[in-house]
């Protein structure tokens, strides 16, 4: 891995142990030299293994005799090439706690906001060549002052061989614009950002991976303000907390949640809120999406605030990209926000925050990016060359080096131009920096995905073939190809949308699937779309849906508040739509289930961003209730039972108990058909995924009660479970696939 302060790790080692030699950074990995008997080899490379830098990840240490000049010293030799060959790239890496403390102690460093060693700083975001070293970096414009070139070549200093060394003389600096002031006096910055906050504005800021917005979490007017500026309308924030004291106040937290947040990678973690913050953080919904300080700015700025905890939200409008370019920044956010902190160094890949959370005890990955991303996926299978383009919302795309998967940072929604141009410009990248010839494409099945049009473009460009990969499959090879499973499993893909060999919409499917193949066994009943994808953005048309399918007029509508507020001429307008088939196409989406009876709850009519309805629907569940609705699981797992009785419900119970009842019964009948299908194929394996699976409610009755009847279950940790895990199993059922192998 490089980045993470290997080789001047290694020459600490070589000292402890006496040794003579050296050791050198190439494309295909770390080489080490030394002289001295195999006593010592095995001393000094268990050493290496046991204390290893905490970014790193040693895969294999190879032992070889080799002839060689003699040496006087250890030193770091000139990094070298290995034609074809290329060695993993750190992701971005929280700043340590050393130099935190350096950070008021370092007479050259005292609050300096781009401290570094190392053990943590910017990697990915700033790197645009391999081998990994400084001139391959935005830090080539800036020259080492004599203490920085001091540090830099000590072998006992802990910023030898550091790329981003830099300090108060020689490094890169803040210059914060607001009306009236231009500065880059550090101490001047701080208290006018710390000063506005407290006054309820907001401050556009220049980080790691791009730009964010920040204003006071504990104010809502001033939430409310940047929500509406921003053009974001009530899709959560993600906030920021001085501390961990801060988190425990605001959050519940367990050990594992706790672990994910004071990690190096420095995610947001969503966790269930405790104590109040501003309402228009999370619009009514019981999670905070927390993170703690992960640049030496967040901790500077915190002790100059007064609030615990500050919104932290992506630099861009409504779901662009976030953003990278300064002059951009200043054109789109200074409108926003009034007040602009930028830094002389350039962003060369741009990198949102990660998000997780946390479900039977695993990391579940939501969005994969700052902190996480280049690390590869190790495979168990050739995938080298082949190209994977993922879906069209979540975007992600992977490249095959070898036999490890490299999938790229969250891209976002293809249909937006800004982020089908992000994507074109990330491809390139990718393909520079790993060396990447591709020799094979492969896109969804669907025919209108942009990802599918630029994988046919390509492909017919430079006469490269493509395969086109099923969604649902897609999605449980995700997980075999992370978890390493080959042969046959029972797939399980519950999500909102993807494309059928139907030609229908699928999103409740169960499958005997293997890498390179699958056979549907069965599905959730299909129900018309009324309106196409205007039922996704307008969930009452999918509770209408649901029960026409099984009531028919016969059911009192007027009954249901949802249905009262759209009126009875759009119902009329709807079963016309139905009974003549005119743009309604089918769907067995189980998103699109879960949109319905939130929106038959009267949670959620009409949505404001992706997956609205279930996340509401979740958030309000009982957990206490293990009560169920009745369903038919056979080739069709119907819940016209269960949609009948919700209905009925909802006169005479409480929304938390129907919600959760709901849940249960979803959990039930996935491991009711799991078991049918065992009972049929002896397959004992089950494979959860798709983007439902992020529901902790769902996702944690599913294992249990999968896991009580002795199945091996597996889900998704390295790569989301929704579309930006796409990318991993294209690139995997394709490597099978072009080779005939199931």
């Not at 990094?79 to 790239?89: A, Q």
């Not at 706690?97 to 781009?114: G, H, V």
Request: with cysteine; proline share 5%; hydrophobic share 40%.
């Amino acid at each position: 891995m490089q980045g993470v302060g290997f080789r001047p790790f290694v020459c600490r080692m070589a000292a402890r142990h006496s040794v003579v030699g050296e050791v050198d950074n190439r494309t295909d990995g770390v080489v080490v030299t030394v002289q001295c008997d195999m006593r010592t080899v095995d001393r000094f490379s268990n050493d290496i293994l046991q204390n290893a830098p905490p970014a790193s990840q040693i895969k294999s240490i190879e032992v070889n005799p080799v002839e060689c000049r003699s040496y006087d010293n250890f030193s770091i030799a000139a990094s070298r090439h290995v034609k074809g060959s290329v060695t993993e790239v750190s992701p971005d890496i929280a700043v340590c706690s050393e130099c935190l403390e350096d950070m008021a102690k370092d007479p050259e460093r005292i609050d300096y906001p781009f401290i570094n060693c190392t053990n943590c700083g910017p990697r990915f975001s700033i790197i645009s060549d391999l081998p990994y070293d400084r001139p391959s970096t935005s830090m080539k414009d800036f020259e080492m002052c004599t203490k920085c070139r001091s540090e830099y070549e000590d072998i006992l200093d802990r910023r030898f061989h550091a790329q981003p060394v830099a300090c108060n003389s020689c490094g890169p600096v803040y210059q914060y614009q607001s009306t009236g002031l231009q500065t880059e006096d550090l101490s001047v910055i701080l208290k006018e950002i710390s000063s506005g906050i407290l006054k309820g504005e907001s401050v556009a800021v220049k980080g790691t991976g791009g730009w964010f917005l920040m204003c006071d979490a504990l104010n809502n007017e001033a939430v409310a303000a940047l929500r509406k500026k921003k053009l974001r309308d009530s899709k959560p924030f993600a906030v920021m907390f001085r501390d961990i004291s801060a988190v425990k106040r605001y959050c519940f937290l367990d050990q594992a949640e706790e672990k994910e947040l004071k990690s190096w990678r420095r995610p947001v973690v969503i966790l269930r809120q405790k104590e109040s913050i501003a309402e228009n953080v999370n619009a009514g919904l019981n999670t905070i999406g927390a993170l703690l300080p992960y640049m030496p700015f967040h901790y500077l700025l915190f002790k100059n605030l007064s609030t615990p905890a500050i919104v932290l939200t992506s630099g861009n409008l409504s779901d662009e990209p976030i953003i990278v370019d300064d002059a951009e920044a200043e054109k789109r956010l200074m409108p926003v926000t009034g007040a602009l902190l930028k830094y002389n160094r350039q962003i060369i890949n741009r990198v949102d925050d990660s998000v997780v959370r946390i479900a039977d005890n695993k990391t579940i990955m939501i969005r994969r990016s700052r902190g996480f991303v280049p690390r590869p996926v190790d495979l168990d299978l050739d995938v080298n060359g082949i190209i994977a383009l993922g879906a069209e919302e979540k975007n992600t795309f992977c490249i095959g080096k070898g036999t490890q998967a490299i999938v790229s940072q969250h891209i976002g929604d293809l249909k937006n131009p800004a982020t089908y141009s992000f994507f074109l410009e990330s491809i390139d990248r990718f393909s520079r920096l790993f060396r990447f010839n591709q020799n094979i494409i492969a896109c969804d099945l669907h025919p209108d995905y942009l990802s599918t049009y630029y994988a046919e473009l390509t492909g017919k460009e430079f006469n490269i073939p493509v395969v086109r990969v099923q969604h649902h499959h897609a999605h449980v090879v995700s997980c075999m190809a992370e978890k390493r499973i080959d042969g046959e499993v029972i797939g399980i893909s519950l999500d909102g949308t993807g494309y059928g060999t139907d030609g229908n919409t699928w999103g409740g499917e169960f499958m005997i699937a293997g890498l390179g193949s699958f056979r549907r066994i069965a599905h959730f009943d299909y129900v018309p779309m009324p309106g196409g994808d205007r039922a996704i953005s307008e969930p009452w048309r999918m509770a209408f849906s649901y029960i026409y399918k099984y009531a028919g007029n016969n059911f009192d509508f007027e009954s249901v508040p949802v249905f009262r507020k759209a009126g009875i001429e759009k119902l009329k307008q709807l079963s016309a739509m139905i009974d003549n088939n005119i743009n309604s196409p089918l769907t067995s989406g189980a998103g699109r289930l879960f949109d319905s009876v939130a929106a038959m709850l009267d949670l959620c009519s009409e949505t404001s961003y992706d997956a609205e309805g279930p996340m509401r629907l979740e958030a309000v569940a009982d957990d206490r209730t293990e009560d169920r609705y009745p369903f038919t699981a056979g080739e069709v797992i119907s819940f016209a039972e269960t949609i009948k009785a919700i209905a009925s419900d909802i006169h005479r119970e409480q929304v938390p108990v129907i919600s959760a009842k709901f849940h249960n019964t979803v959990a039930l009948a996935v491991a009711e058909k799991a078991r049918q299908i065992r009972k049929e194929t002896s397959v004992s394996r089950v494979v959860l995924s798709g983007g439902v699976f992020q529901n902790r409610f769902l996702l944690e009755k599913t294992l249990w009660l999968l896991n009580r009847d002795k199945f091996r279950v597996f889900t998704n940790n390295t790569v989301p479970p929704n579309d930006g895990g796409i990318s991993l199993g294209q690139l995997v059922a394709a490597s099978k696939i072009v080779n005939n192998v199931s």
